[in-house]
């Protein structure tokens, strides 16, 4: 089975930062990656497909990138908004999750 | 509006069974792919398993931890997707959530509210 790790578990940063999570498959997955955005108590959002595919209705600081085994995501400018968790995902595995905090 | 709701979560004894049912709404259901996802309290995601449309077969795949135990059905007359949970264990605890696959780039991009099951005595 492929896995996928995440880095770093836990994030702080402030308004204004850059940000990137990188994400690592055991195997090589091509570009077979999906990022997602959760927020307590509610549902995960798609941010990125295909490892750097926007999607629809996502603002343009999201950004994704790799392929292989090494993928990022990078939020060009941290917004209040973007407080939350962030998972990637091989269709079948999820990495762990790194949660954003406020610094 | 694009939709998926789950429902038929609760609280079940160890050992017992329960079903859950995502009705989708807002798109042509039979269409698409359907997975399952849970989420362990204060836990990570966790792939369940998915059923593909009638065109690729309708047929499931389930993750390591449940395979054997559940099972995804799907009615495309009543855009319904199932997941029949048996021999529930006390780490089957979470919040369920339904989700439509994109089979093309292998991603999930709707997602239901969730519903939660407790498994305990």
């Known amino acids: 089975d492929i896995q996928m790790t995440q880095s770093p578990s836990t994030l702080s940063a402030s308004v204004g930062d850059r940000v990137t999570i990188t994400c690592r498959a055991s195997?090589?997955?091509?570009?077979?990656l999906a990022w997602y955005q959760q927020k307590p108590g509610k549902a995960p959002k798609l941010l990125i497909y295909?490892?750097?595919s926007l999607e629809s209705g996502v603002p343009s600081r999201f950004s994704g990138s790799g392929s292989g085994t090494e993928f990022t995501l990078t939020i060009s400018s941290l917004q209040p908004d973007d407080f939350a968790t962030y998972y990637c995902q091989q269709f079948r595995t999820f990495g762990q999750g790194t949660k954003v905090e406020i610094k | 509006e694009v939709q998926l709701v789950e429902s038929g979560g609760g609280l079940v004894q160890p050992g017992r069974s329960l079903r859950l049912s995502c009705t989708a709404s807002g798109f042509t259901f039979g269409d698409y792919a359907m997975s399952w996802v849970r989420q362990a309290p204060g836990k990570g995601l966790e792939w369940v398993g998915f059923?593909?449309?009638?065109?690729?077969?309708?047929?499931?795949e389930y993750a390591a931890s449940v395979k054997g135990r559940f099972t995804i059905s799907r009615d495309d007359s009543k855009s319904i997707a199932y997941l029949q949970m048996n021999s529930l264990k006390t780490e089957d605890t979470a919040v369920y959530y339904c989700t439509r696959v994109i089979a093309a780039v292998d991603a999930f991009d709707i997602w239901g509210q969730g519903t939660m099951v407790t498994v305990s005595s």
């Open positions: 059923i593909r449309s009638k065109a690729y077969g309708g047929t499931t």
């Open positions: 295909k490892a750097s």
């Open positions: 195997q090589s997955i091509s570009s077979w």
